[in-house]
Nanobody, 122 residues
């Protein structure tokens, strides 16, 4: 079972930046989609950004132009660069791996990390 460990969260002022990292316990080269989700108190978990094996990215409208997702398969790591942070970005951010390709077959596995807290406040 893949383990995902997030880091990089913390307290930042509005307008500031953070870079989140998600390190997987095994290779992510064959993982179909790696993603970041977030959950604020009292709200449902929501998609922030995803990136596929071929580098196709998808962003929530609320973060487009401010956040950038990337993946380094050699390091088994996915990043989320967050710029121009707003108070409404405050949440626990979770890393997710969705689907794997094995010899051309799609394997419907899904794993979550334990999350990292992002607080945006002056």
């Amino acid at each position: 079972q893949m383990q995902l460990v997030e880091s990089g969260g913390g307290l930042v002022q509005p307008g500031g930046s953070l870079r989140l990292s998600c390190v997987a316990s095994e290779s992510i080269a064959n993982i179909d989609t790696m993603g970041w989700y977030r959950q604020a108190p009292g709200k449902q978990r929501e998609l922030v950004a995803t990136i596929t094996t071929n580098g196709r990215t998808n962003y929530a409208d609320s973060v487009k132009g401010r956040f950038t997702i990337s993946r380094d398969n050699a390091k088994n790591t996915v990043y989320l660069q967050m710029n121009s942070l707003k108070p409404e970005d405050a949440a626990v951010y979770y890393c997710n791996s969705d689907g794997a390709w094995l010899k051309g077959d799609y394997i419907p596995v899904n794993y979550w990390g334990q999350g990292t807290q992002v607080t945006v406040s002056s």
